[in-house]
């Protein structure tokens, strides 16, 4: 979902972009607060906010209990669906906020005030502050955390735990991007109502950012995290790359090669 987001971020900026080039006369600072689109770009990008405070809590809540899955029977499917609805029940309201409705037959489905536009604002900031405290929090604990329930767990789930160290890093500096550039995309929107002199500056700045974001943040967990490139590789039909593990040696092999190296010192 969240990659989902990302992606139509990048199409709604694109598009609109060329909109503006194309009838430049015919798009006003008042259109921008009421066209479907954004409201559309404005929707996504809520529940990509939403759904990066939603993995950090899920990938927490399986470090603290790796079996949950497997000892309680929940369904992922179920899982899956429980945080769609909420980045839905949260997202959207927090779209209809930040701006005035959109423009459909010439009504407005819906009017919001400044203060309610900077109300959502701050909602957007809780959010990116709260996810990025909670896996920078979840880092710090994690190597001993991990270790106790990595030595406490049986054999099949000791995948799992390790699976969740090596996302739980790969999250940190994606998080530490999404934190700089949607931050500055906020900031820019909050103060872009104040003057539309400038409404047009910021509304470029806040696509520039948006759309490096969207091509940085996935590229990034894709570089940082192995099994993603293996499925990514997997659906591009290339080759996985072998991962070589150490030749491990009988008791016989070792203490050959161990009292022959001791010999060696004693010569």
């Not at 079996?67 to 927090?94: D, H, N, T, W």
């Not at 819906?110 to 701050?122: H, L």
């Not at 993603?228 to 593990?245: A, K, M, S, T």
Request: glycine share 4%.
């Amino acid at each position: 979902m969240n990659g989902l987001g990302l992606l139509f971020l990048t199409t709604s900026h694109s598009s609109i972009a060329v909109y503006r080039l194309v009838k430049p006369g015919e798009w006003r600072a008042r259109d921008i607060v009421g066209n479907l689109p954004l409201f559309l770009h404005q929707l996504a990008y809520s529940s990509c906010t939403v759904s990066l405070l939603l993995i950090t809590i899920e990938r927490t809540v399986i470090g603290l209990k790796p079996k949950l899955y497997s000892e309680k029977r929940i369904s992922q499917g179920a899982m899956i669906a429980v945080c769609l609805l909420s980045e839905l029940f949260i997202a959207l309201p927090a779209a209809m906020l930040v701006q005035d409705g959109p423009i459909i037959n010439g009504y407005k489905l819906y009017t919001t005030t400044q203060t309610t536009q900077k109300i959502s604002v701050a909602f957007h900031i809780i959010f990116e502050i709260v996810s990025v405290m909670m896996v920078i929090i979840s880092f710090v604990q994690s190597s001993h955390r991990y270790n106790n329930s990595f030595s406490r767990s049986s054999l099949d789930t000791r995948h799992q735990i390790k699976e969740v160290i090596s996302l739980t890093r790969a999250l940190i500096p994606i998080c530490f991007c999404s934190l700089l550039l949607r931050s500055i995309c906020v900031g820019l929107s909050y103060f872009a109502y104040s003057d539309e002199k400038v409404l047009d500056l910021f509304f470029t700045l806040i696509r520039f950012c948006s759309t490096a974001g969207a091509i940085i943040e996935p590229s990034m967990m894709l570089s940082r995290h192995r099994l993603l490139q293996n499925r990514l590789r997997l659906l591009l039909g290339l080759p996985l790359v072998e991962v070589l593990h150490p030749e491990v040696l009988d008791s016989a092999t070792a203490a050959d090669v161990y009292f022959d190296a001791f010999k060696k010192n004693l010569h």
